[in-house]
């Protein structure tokens, strides 16, 4: 088929063409200062960008892009939490972070991204996960759990980084028995992308091949990456995945939309299979994917569940000792 053109714009030299490939795609070529561009009907454009406004949480700060006044909530991924707290030598570390919680009705996901976290929880689990590595709980029926910086926390920087993720679990599995999966650095499968500038590490699902050791409630792709300046690359996930990328630091160009700075969120529309992205910046990111349970949501502080009557049985069962107890020691 012979490419014919649609826009010709002489300022900048730049003709855009409509075409097909030998597979009856559609392609849209744009000749600009003589560089072709290549753009199809597969890659994913983008539907919002968040910025992460800094909230107080207690004694801690933290960045949200999401749930906000944009978007609510880009199913089945709740919440997203960005610390970066330095660690006074001064303090007593065993009063720092979080202390004992509750959770039910859905995963908290801590990736570490500089120091450690020193969880502890109802159910025995007592673990320290340090930079590069996950703490994926899925609260199920319902677990108390800790969150401190570690004991040697000054040993690593004296600085903590993190993301919290909430990811909703289904109905059928809300009161499922709670687990603790930590994974680290070292055990997470990697790799990177074709111009060897940007380095994946993926934590869950299936991504460039890779299989993420932590097992999910739902289909869940998650993946930190660290990309060098000018390191481009294309993720490949399904069609009716919600998916989103956080920037912790940096500046990214995202095919045919433009340049998203740090602490912002892009959510991508359901309009294609593949996520494509060129680092402007060194920067690190987390990429989450995930496909949606479409089910009605009811949820007060660390419990999130199908509706009220749920949400009042969970505050009894917590009130009455159900989810156990967690002294720290």
Do not use: C
Request: aromatic fraction near 6%; hydrophobic fraction near 35%; charged fraction near 20%.
């Amino acid at each position: 088929m012979i490419a014919k053109p649609l826009h010709l714009f002489p300022a900048e030299q730049s003709v855009r063409y409509r075409t097909k490939n030998t597979a009856g795609m559609m392609l849209f070529i744009q000749i600009k200062n003589g560089r072709s561009l290549m753009k199809n009907d597969k890659i994913r454009s983008v539907r919002a960008l968040l910025y992460a406004e800094e909230y107080p949480m207690g004694k801690l700060r933290v960045r949200q892009p999401f749930p906000s006044h944009q978007v609510d909530y880009p199913d089945p991924f709740l919440l997203l939490h960005h610390a970066n707290m330095p660690i006074s030598e001064e303090v007593d570390l065993k009063n720092e972070g979080v202390g004992p919680h509750p959770h039910r009705g859905f995963s908290p996901v801590t990736f570490i991204f500089k120091g450690g976290v020193h969880h502890r929880d109802s159910r025995g689990n007592n673990s320290i996960i340090y930079a590069g590595g996950v703490q994926w709980m899925n609260a199920g029926m319902g677990i108390i759990h800790s969150e401190r910086p570690p004991h040697d926390i000054h040993a690593h920087g004296s600085r903590q980084e993190i993301i919290q993720m909430w990811v909703n679990t289904p109905a059928a599995q809300k009161m499922n028995p709670p687990e603790y999966h930590p994974l680290d650095a070292e055990n997470t499968p990697s790799t990177h992308s074709p111009d060897g500038k940007i380095h994946v590490h993926v934590v869950s699902g299936k991504l460039l091949g890779l299989s993420g050791p932590i097992p999910t409630a739902t289909e869940v792709n998650a993946a930190t990456l660290e990309a060098k300046a000018g390191g481009s690359i294309a993720l490949t996930i399904p069609e009716d995945h919600e998916a989103f990328l956080y920037l912790l630091d940096g500046k990214v160009r995202i095919d045919d939309y433009g340049i998203a700075e740090k602490h912002h969120a892009i959510l991508f529309k359901k309009d294609g299979t593949e996520v494509r992205f060129e680092a402007v910046e060194n920067t690190r990111m987390l990429f989450m994917s995930g496909k949606p349970l479409n089910e009605p949501m009811a949820s007060h502080g660390p419990f999130v569940m199908n509706n009220e009557t749920e949400l009042l049985q969970a505050m009894r069962d917590y009130q009455m000792g159900k989810m156990g107890v967690l002294i720290e020691e």
